[in-house]
């Protein structure tokens, strides 16, 4: 949280979002497990199939991947490989769910 502080227009202002990782990554086990197990963990981060069960078998594993989590969330170090395209992918997911139905996608 000192980096996270010492850089950038939020200094010393964490958003509750930035909390609430440090949080779940710190503290939460049991609620890192879930969100490793979401179907959007497995979209964006490119990990194979013995990473997964890693992570929900070996609790050691399961926080690094959480301490690796937070510098990627938090400092946009990238700590965890991505997917290829996968930034883009969530991109144009959000804007089609912001997008009031009926309206025609700009091109």
Do not use: W
Request: glycine share 8%; aromatic share 8%.
């Amino acid at each position: 949280m000192l980096k996270k502080r010492c850089c950038g227009p939020t200094v010393g202002k964490p958003s509750a979002r930035s909390l609430d990782f440090l949080y779940l990554c710190s503290y939460d086990v049991d609620g890192l497990r879930a969100f490793s197990k979401h179907p959007g963990v497995g979209e964006v981060f490119n990990l194979d199939e013995a990473a997964m069960q890693g992570l929900m078998d070996d609790e050691v594993a399961l926080m690094q991947f959480g301490f690796h989590l937070l510098k990627q969330v938090l400092f946009g170090e990238i700590t965890i490989a991505l997917k290829q395209d996968a930034q883009q992918r969530r991109i144009q997911r959000r804007h089609e769910l912001a997008m009031p139905a009926g309206t025609p996608a700009s091109e």
